[in-house]
C-alpha cells in the first residue's frame, strides 16, 4: 500500500487521474462526475464526489485503486 497518500481538493484528484490517462465522461446525480479509464480490454467507469471541499486520504486510495492503479503508478502519479 502506498504511504503518504495526502487529503486532496477533488479538482487536484482529477488532475492527477488525467495525468494518469482517465477522462471525463459525464456528469452524475447531484455533486458527483463520472470519469472513466480504458486499458488492455478493460474499462473502469468511478464517480468522484465533486462537492466535497476535501478528499480524504482512504477515499483517494479507494478511487485509485478502483481505477486499476499500481502502487507503482499511484506513487509515479503523487510525486
Do not use: W
Request: one cysteine or more.
Amino acid at each position: 500500500m502506498p504511504k503518504n497518500i495526502p487529503s486532496l481538493k477533488p479538482r487536484e484528484l482529477v488532475r492527477l487521474l488525467e495525468k494518469g490517462g482517465c477522462s471525463f465522461f459525464r456528469e452524475g446525480k447531484g455533486d458527483h462526475s463520472i470519469y472513466i479509464r480504458i486499458f488492455g480490454n478493460q474499462k473502469r467507469v468511478v464517480p468522484i464526489d465533486m462537492g466535497a471541499r476535501e478528499l480524504s486520504p482512504p477515499y483517494v486510495l479507494r478511487i485509485f485503486r478502483q481505477f486499476g492503479f499500481t502502487d507503482n503508478e499511484i506513487g509515479l502519479l503523487l510525486k
